[in-house]
Nanobody
């Protein structure tokens, strides 16, 4: 099992940047594919970005390509989401997710087994 804790959310003006972190505890973090999802109030949980266990493959939602970057430091059991040029549409609760041993990046929440509690991102216009 792995436990996930997100941090780094907050209030930012449109055009600004935030870096989210997801700290993992438990065994074999380096063998987990990781993903970031976000959920706006009253909406479904949407895929934002994901990365395979070795970082060899990264996938982004079209809406964040060129603005967001997912990365991981397996030595620190941490995955990051660097968010630049934030837009009001990027606001929501951001969740970190993990699935063991996946060799491809899944874009559906159903493909992930472990979730953090979420961190709120608010973007003012």
């Amino acid at each position: 099992q792995v436990q996930l804790v997100e941090s780094g959310g907050g209030l930012v003006q449109a055009g600004g940047s935030l870096r989210l972190s997801c700290a993992a505890s438990g065994r074999s973090f380096s063998t987990y594919a990781m993903g970031w999802f976000r959920q706006a109030l009253g909406k479904e949980r949407d895929f934002v970005a994901g990365m395979t266990w070795n970082g060899g493959t990264t996938v982004y939602a079209d809406s964040v390509k060129g603005r967001f970057t997912i990365s991981r430091e397996n030595a620190k059991n941490t995955v990051y989401l660097q968010m630049n040029s934030l837009e009001p549409e990027d606001a929501g609760v951001y969740y970190c997710a993990a699935v063991y041993g996946r060799i491809r990046v899944g874009a559906s929440p159903r493909e992930y087994d472990y979730w953090g509690q979420g961190t709120q991102v608010t973007v003012s216009s």
